[in-house]
């Protein structure tokens, strides 16, 4: 399997449930990101991971947990999301300084 | 700081006509330049990238892009618009020292036909 896979590909969720959104990236890449993409608005970074430790947090409420145990995997923990909440998650990676982002085709995320 | 603009959120064309889709960077030294393509319940795709080498860049599916440094421009071009090219195209600019990309704010093709 190459590229990067993100799962599950749609989730429902009410604002008090828990789950976590996974990312796997087979490129042999060290670096891995979260975006939200919501319907009319730009991407929105979330986070950066760079050789497993966090470099970028871009203001996300603590309702959004990342994790990154290793290099080749990503974690978004979701707990008491809001409405607003609901969007696109992509995942990323690449290779260092100036490389071309690879995607994963996202996670909907709809919150009840 | 770095900034991205893609001039026009929507771009309408006939099938078989030009594709011009504009971006515009602000940097004071060139940075390296990507056009993404989204499709329907997809993530991005690399179409193409500028990496100083040389300015006329090709990529996939028949689009290039020119980098034109006078006007801090990277407009991506594609001679003759097809149905299936129908999909939200992205800039983005990336600087030394940084693997973080400053993305534009998309702009959508739509093509008739």
């Known amino acids: 399997e190459t590229g990067v896979t993100q799962t599950p590909r749609h989730l429902v969720m009410g604002m008090t449930n828990k789950k976590s959104l996974k990312c796997e990236q087979h490129l042999g890449h060290n670096a891995m990101y979260w975006y939200k993409q919501s319907a009319k608005k730009p991407l929105e970074l979330m986070f950066v991971y760079s050789l497993e430790e966090r470099v970028e947090n871009n203001s996300v409420p603590s309702r959004f947990s990342p994790e990154c145990p290793n290099s080749s995997h990503l974690f978004l923990h979701l707990h008491t999301l809001q409405p607003e909440d609901s969007a696109l998650y992509l995942c990323?990676?690449?290779?260092?300084?100036?490389?071309?982002?690879?995607f994963g085709n996202g996670t909907r995320l709809t919150v009840t | 700081a770095q900034s991205v603009t893609q001039l026009g959120s929507h771009v309408s064309v006939s099938e078989g006509a030009l594709v011009l889709l504009r971006c515009n960077y602000s940097s004071s030294v060139p940075p390296y330049l990507f056009w993404y393509v989204q499709y329907p319940n997809q993530g991005l795709q690399l179409l193409l990238k500028y990496t100083s080498a040389a300015t006329l860049v090709k990529g996939i599916n028949g689009f290039e892009a020119e980098f034109k440094k006078s006007e801090t421009s990277f407009h991506l071009t594609k001679p003759s618009a097809h149905m299936s090219d129908a999909a939200e195209y992205f800039c983005?600019?990336?600087?030394?020292?940084?693997?973080?990309?400053?993305f534009g704010r998309g702009t959508s093709l739509i093509v008739h036909p």
């Open positions: 983005a600019a990336s600087s030394g020292g940084s693997y973080i990309p400053t």
């Open positions: 990323a990676s690449s290779q260092g300084d100036r490389s071309p982002l690879h």
